[in-house]
C-alpha cells in the first residue's frame, strides 16, 4: 500500500509565506511527476504545480514568480514553497504523486494526500 502525508499548511497574513510538504511511503518502486492542485468551495479542483523526476516544472499563471515546487526522490517528498501570499491563494491544497508500486512496477497511478488548509488573511 502507498499512503501521502501532507503538512505545513495553516493561517498566514497577506504577503506572508507558507512551505507545504508530502511524503510518500509504503511499498513504492518509482515515483514520476508530483504536483501539487488546490480547490475552494464549489469550484473544480486546480492545478498549481507539477515537477517531473527530472526536475522539470510547470506552474499556474497565477502562481508563477511566487509559489516554487521542489523534490527529494530519496525522501519521496515533494514541497510547495508559498511566498508573497494573497487572500485568493486560500484553499484547501492536495498533493498527488504518480507511484508505481511494487505490486505492479510497469505502471504509475495517481495518489493524493489528504488535503491541507491554507488561509490568506489579515
Known amino acids: 500500500q502507498v499512503q501521502l502525508v501532507e503538512s505545513g499548511g495553516g493561517l498566514v497574513q497577506p504577503g506572508g509565506s507558507l512551505r507545504l510538504s508530502c511524503a510518500a511511503s509504503g511499498s513504492i518502486f518509482m515515483i514520476n511527476t508530483m504536483g501539487w492542485y488546490r480547490q475552494t468551495p464549489g469550484k473544480e479542483r486546480e492545478l498549481v504545480a507539477t515537477?517531473?523526476?527530472?526536475?522539470?516544472?510547470n506552474y499556474a499563471d497565477s502562481v508563477k514568480g511566487r509559489f516554487t515546487i521542489s523534490r527529494d526522490n530519496a525522501k519521496n517528498t515533494v514541497y510547495l514553497q508559498m511566498n508573497s501570499l494573497k487572500p485568493e491563494d486560500t484553499a484547501v491544497y492536495y498533493c498527488?504523486?504518480?507511484?508505481?508500486?511494487?505490486?505492479?512496477?510497469?505502471?504509475?497511478?495517481?495518489?493524493w494526500g489528504q488535503g491541507t488548509q491554507v488561509t490568506v488573511s489579515s
Open positions: 515537477i517531473t523526476r527530472a526536475g522539470r516544472t
Open positions: 498527488y504523486q504518480a507511484i508505481a508500486s511494487y505490486q505492479d512496477i510497469s505502471s504509475y497511478r495517481d495518489y
